[in-house]
């Protein structure tokens, strides 16, 4: 996950300053109703251009 505040991270889990946090991850299992149908999508040739 990016877009979180490194430094305050690093300052809770890592107080000593040996290491750093550069990114932060979920680990478990997804909730019952946690997936959902992909939204619609550009068809290829109106996105990608040949010269």
């Given amino acids: 996950m990016?877009?979180?505040d490194a430094?305050?991270?690093t300052r809770e889990f890592f107080?000593?300053?040996r290491h750093e946090a550069l990114?932060?991850?979920s680990v478990g299992h997804p909730g019952p109703d946690a997936w959902r149908?992909?939204?619609?999508?550009?068809?290829?040739a109106d996105v990608i251009h040949t010269r």
């Fill in 15 to 17: 107080p000593d300053g």
């Fill in 2 to 4: 990016a877009g979180f």
């Fill in 7 to 9: 430094a305050r991270v």
């Fill in 23 to 25: 990114l932060l991850m």
């Fill in 37 to 44: 149908e992909r939204l619609p999508r550009l068809p290829t």
